[in-house]
Structures are given as structure tokens and as C-alpha cells.
């Protein structure tokens, strides 16, 4: 309490007061106890330090567990990885941005009271066996908080990211193992998020969706893109696309517009308040141009008389353009002979101009970009691949703004070679000794032959190898050895020993491969 709270710019740069920076905090104990666990490895009562650029890993608790009052606590650029929970932060005017949280045992980090929570990246958090908690929840004050630009995936949790008094703009939530993605209390604004292939749980109709309980009106629910969610449950009754559990449309307001909403499994939309509410969502596009079938994706008073109406004319014709681009769909990669072929889904955006495509070598990345340009079509054959190494790919679509989406699904292959075709030759194929008998051997193939072996005797026995030319006895059969793209042979060479030993040498010696070693 005692120290002097961190001062930072408005651009972030810190200016003086008490702050960790470039630290690294580890191994350090504590106890976890549900949602209530208060021991963090940095702990911070009453102040309000700046922390940046630090890394606190490994910990039994929370990372960091900081309770700041009315001071504004910033922390920027940290990674926690593998704690128990990433961070909890009670501040006034809570700045958090550009951290990373990964590999936390359990999804409860949470900003209460915050001004900003931006850029930060949430990955693989949560436990498998108990879906809990929050991946992040955030709070603000009096002033509506701005949570932008965070990616949120692979993490498992009741809800991937729960807000309140928030501006939610900007934001990835992509490949959670979820029973709700994004749930929006009162005072809050959803503008141009990405919610796409989370896999929802089936618990009641409150739940199971991408979008879920929105809980009070809406100022704005627009330009959301919200895709390719899928649910495990046949038994599922909210769907895993729009579930709303009070007035989110606003009694006549169109607060509700110009979403991408389609391609979900189960319903599109489903209305959970009461049957006073009207609920217009004006110019949405559904995946379809027909009228009945977009009846068909939703659920609402028409399907139960106690529930409200959700009435979506006008609709959208095709996928509204200012909402976020939708990912690409249905990548596959095949390995081919020397290459590995990608094909997807076209993008149903009419901006689209084309795609581009990254690669990497260990799921999930990092990518590197594959293609210099865009490619036009929903295919591409990459003729770089090695052989043996398996690759990892994903896609994204490019539009006439120079928008990028997020990636699409992930696609591996290995490229997995055929063993070369050997052959042999001697000349001259008889004569006196002493004689000099040149034995060729050539080999054809996509790979590369890195050596020979010459079986004399025709036992079965490999006498002689050669990396690509050397002595040796007499060859009756070759035999070539495959790594890695592609083909190099060279000549082998024997000289007869002069004490006079005499090659038969009349058979044309016979080609026979001998496998190949991986990689």
C-alpha cells in the first residue's frame, strides 16, 4: 500500500513509479481453490505496480492475483504459462494488453474494473474433465471498458469470453471446447467479433451456443461473424448460433443487424425471452436466400408460443461485407507423387479475391506464409514438400479491402516416397586376367539415391557399398537407397587384383532395391 503506483503514458510507455519488468517468477506455491483461490505467485494488495514484459510459469495458484482498489493497474506484454490460473485483477481503470496465457489448469482469469483489455492472446487453458469458468471474463466501471483485438482458442471453459459494461470489438474465438463463446451482460456493445468452430456442450436452453445470454439490451450487436460452431449433443435444444435470454434486440430497436450468422450446427437462433418481445434483427445473412428456410434455422414464438419473435426481414442477401471475413472451410491436404495437394471450400463473400496459404512443421504453428501472391482458386499444390516431414497447413481468404481472415481448419500431410527403380551394367562382360571391369549402376526415382550396394555372388549377401563410385569384386546385383526428393546416381569402378582371379562376369548384373531408411 506503502508504494508508489506505475505511471504510464497514454501510449503506454511507462514514466515512473513501482514496476517488475523483464522478471521471471516460477515454481512457486499455493493454493488453488475453485473460483476463489486468492495465492498468486505476484500478489498485490492495495497498489498498484506496473508489470511488463515479465514471465511467471509453472506456479501452483494464480500468476498473478492483484486487488488494486481505485488505482488503475497496468500490465503489458507478459506470458502465463502453465499456472493454475493465468491472472485475476481488481483495479479501477485495469490496464491488460498484449499478454499471453497459456497452459493454465483452469479458465477463470478475470479483469474487474477494467479500462482496456486488448491484444492478448488465451490458449489452451482450462481442464478437459470439468468444463468451468471463463477463459476471460472482464467487468468495467462506470465507463464501458474496450476489449478488442484478443484471441481466444483452444481452451476449455463454460464460457470463452464473458463480458459486462464492455465494448467487445475485434475479437478471435476460434476451436473452444465451450458451452457458451461470447456472453454479453448489461451495457455492452458486440461489434466485428470472430466467432467460429467452437464446439459447443448441450446443457439447457440458457447455454449451448456461440452467442448466449445476453443478458439485458444490447446498445449494439453488429458486424459479428459467427460460423462453422458445431454442437456434440443430438439432445441439444439451444443451438450453437444465437441464444438471447432478455430483450437483446431492443423492443423494436434493430440494435441486433448486419450480422453473419450461418453454417452452424443445430438452430441459427433461438429466442429465449418472453413472448412480449419483438425482436428485430434486420439485415443478417443466414447461409440462404429463402425465406422458409431461414424460418427452418430459427426458434422462436412460431415454434413456441412462449417465446418471442425473432423477425429477420429484410435479410441479407449474401455474407455482409463489414463484418469479419469467415474462415476458411474444409481444408484437406493429400500427399501426391513429389507434391501435396491442398483443396477447401470456396468463400461464400462475393469481396473474396483469393487465398493465402501458410505452412508449418508442429500443429497449431508457427506458420510461415507459402504463397507470395494470392491464389484465385480454392486449391494449391505445394512442390517444396520434403520428403518424410510431415507438414501442418491452413488457408485464409483475402478480399478486395486487403481484409485477411483468421485461418482455417488445419491440414496435415507427408509426403511418403516409392523405392527406387535400380539397374546394372559390366563391360567388358568376359576376358583374361588380369582385367579391369567397369560396373555402372544407375537408379530412377523421385527421391535421392545416396547409395549402391553389389551383391557379387547373387547369395543374398550386399558385398560392396558405395556412396557413388569405389573399388570393388565383381556385381551381379544393385540395389539403391532412397532419402529425402530427388534422384543422383554415379558409376562404380573395379579393378581386378593382379594375382590373376578371374570375374565370370557374363551375367548382366540384376537391379534390386533395398528399401529406404525415414527421413
Known amino acids: 500500500d506503502s508504494s508508489a503506483d506505475a505511471i504510464f503514458d497514454a501510449s503506454g510507455q511507462y514514466q515512473a513509479g513501482c514496476i517488475l519488468q523483464d522478471c521471471v517468477v516460477e515454481f512457486a506455491s499455493g493454493v488453488w481453490a475453485g473460483n476463489v483461490g486468492s495465492s ?7 497498489s498498484a505496480p506496473g508489470l511488463d514484459a515479465c514471465a511467471i510459469r509453472d506456479c501452483a495458484g494464480y500468476g498473478l492475483y492483484a486487488t488494486s482498489g481505485m488505482s488503475a493497474m497496468w500490465v503489458r506484454r507478459c506470458s502465463f504459462l502453465r499456472n493454475a490460473v493465468g491472472f485475476y485483477i481488481s ?12 497452459g493454465s489448469r483452469h479458465s477463470y482469469n478475470g479483469v474487474v474494473g477494467a479500462q482496456r483489455v486488448t491484444g492478448n492472446t488465451l490458449e489452451d487453458n482450462g481442464d478437459p474433465s470439468s468444463i468451468v469458468g471463463a477463459a476471460l471474463y472482464v467487468t468495467g466501471t462506470s465507463t464501458q ?8 482458442r483452444f481452451n476449455r471453459a463454460y464460457t470463452a469470453l464473458a463480458a459486462t459494461g464492455c465494448r467487445v470489438e475485434g475479437n478471435v474465438i476460434v476451436d473452444n471446447q465451450i458451452s457458451r463463446g461470447l456472453e454479453l451482460g448489461n451495457r455492452c456493445q458486440s461489434v466485428r467479433n470472430l466467432i467460429a468452430r467452437n464446439q459447443v456442450d448441450a446443457h439447457s436452453e440458457f447455454d449451448s451456443a456461440a452467442v448466449a445470454r445476453m443478458d439485458g439490451p444490447a446498445s449494439e450487436f453488429s458486424r459479428n461473424t459467427i460460423v462453422q460452431n458445431t454442437t456434440r449433443s443430438a439432445s441439444d435444444t439451444g443451438g450453437v448460433g444465437i441464444a438471447g435470454e432478455s430483450n437483446w434486440g431492443g423492443v423494436g430497436g434493430g440494435a441486433f443487424r448486419d450480422n453473419n450468422i450461418w453454417g452452424n450446427g443445430g438452430r441459427q437462433a433461438r429466442a429465449i425471452f418472453g413472448a412480449q418481445y419483438l425482436v428485430p434483427v434486420p439485415n443478417c445473412y443466414w447461409g440462404t436466400t429463402d425465406p422458409a428456410t431461414i424460418d427452418a434455422l430459427l426458434f422462436d414464438y412460431y415454434d413456441d408460443a412462449t417465446k418471442g419473435e425473432i423477425r429477420y426481414s429484410p435479410f441479407a442477401l449474401s455474407p455482409v461485407e463489414t463484418a ?4 476458411p472451410s474444409g481444408l484437406v491436404a493429400a500427399a501426391g507423387s513429389g507434391s501435396i495437394d491442398l483443396s477447401w471450400n470456396a468463400n461464400r463473400e462475393l469481396d473474396v479475391i483469393g487465398y493465402l496459404v501458410y505452412r508449418a512443421t508442429t500443429s497449431h504453428g508457427p506458420y ?13 499444390r505445394d512442390a517444396t514438400a520434403g520428403q518424410g516431414i510431415a507438414y501442418f497447413y491452413v488457408v485464409t481468404a483475402f478480399d478486395s479491402s486487403s481484409e485477411e481472415s483468421y485461418w482455417s481448419n488445419e491440414a496435415t500431410a507427408r509426403l511418403v516416397g516409392t523405392p ?6 559390366a563391360s567388358p562382360t568376359s576376358g583374361a586376367a588380369p582385367l579391369v571391369v567397369q560396373f555402372s549402376g544407375s537408379g530412377t526415382d523421385d527421391g535421392t539415391i545416396v547409395r549402391y550396394e553389389w551383391d557379387w555372388t547373387s547369395d543374398g549377401t550386399w558385398d560392396f557399398a558405395s556412396q557413388g563410385s569405389g573399388n570393388a569384386a565383381i556385381g551381379v546385383a544393385l540395389s539403391c537407397i532412397l532419402r529425402r526428393s530427388k534422384l543422383r546416381c554415379a558409376p562404380l569402378q573395379w579393378r581386378a587384383p593382379s594375382s590373376g582371379a578371374r570375374p565370370t562376369g557374363r551375367r548382366t548384373p540384376t537391379a534390386r532395391s533395398s528399401g529406404f531408411p525415414p527421413g
Open 91 to 102: 483495479s479501477s481503470g485495469a490496464v491488460v494488453e498484449d499478454c499471453r496465457v497459456q
Open 145 to 152: 471498458a474496450v476489449v478488442s483485438r484478443n484471441v481466444l
Open 40 to 46: 498468486g505467485a505476484v500478489q498485490v494488495i492495495n
Open 368 to 380: 510461415q506464409r507459402l504463397t507470395a501472391q494470392t491464389v484465385p482458386s480454392p486449391s494449391f
Open 420 to 425: 527406387p527403380t535400380a539397374t546394372a551394367s
Open 324 to 327: 469479419p471475413l469467415s474462415p
